[in-house]
């Protein structure tokens, strides 16, 4: 079991900067991914940036250029940084873990709670 907690979430005005944390517990040798998801009302989840532990990196297309992952080396923290927030970034976003056997994902997925990101025009 995994155990997900994110952080950093927040009101900040268009053109600014959040950085979001995701601390993970419990079984982390299991976890072979990371990532950040977000949903905004009536919409459904979408990624938003995904790493792996080969180092593989994955963003959303409407985040290129402007968010970055990162992680530490041992899948106890994992981090989203935010830059040049736009409104359409408003949304709840979730971190996700992945679990992988063999270098393979073999599941299950774990799931933070969410946390609140609000982008003013």
């Known amino acids: 079991q995994v155990r997900l907690v994110e952080s950093g979430g927040g009101l900040v005005q268009a053109g600014g900067s959040l950085r979001l944390s995701c601390a993970a517990s419990?079984?982390?040798?299991?976890?072979?991914?990371m990532g950040w998801y977000r949903q905004a009302p009536g919409k459904q989840r979408e990624l938003v940036a995904r790493i792996t532990s080969g180092g593989y990196l994955q963003y959303g297309d409407s985040v290129k250029g402007r968010f970055t992952i990162s992680r530490d080396g041992a899948w106890n923290m994992a981090y989203l940084q935010m830059n040049s927030l736009k409104p359409e970034d408003t949304g709840v976003y979730y971190c996700n873990a992945e679990s992988y056997s063999d270098y393979e994902w073999s599941g299950p997925d774990y799931w933070g709670q969410g946390t609140q990101v609000t982008v003013s025009s």
């Open positions: 419990g079984t982390t040798s299991s976890i072979g991914a």
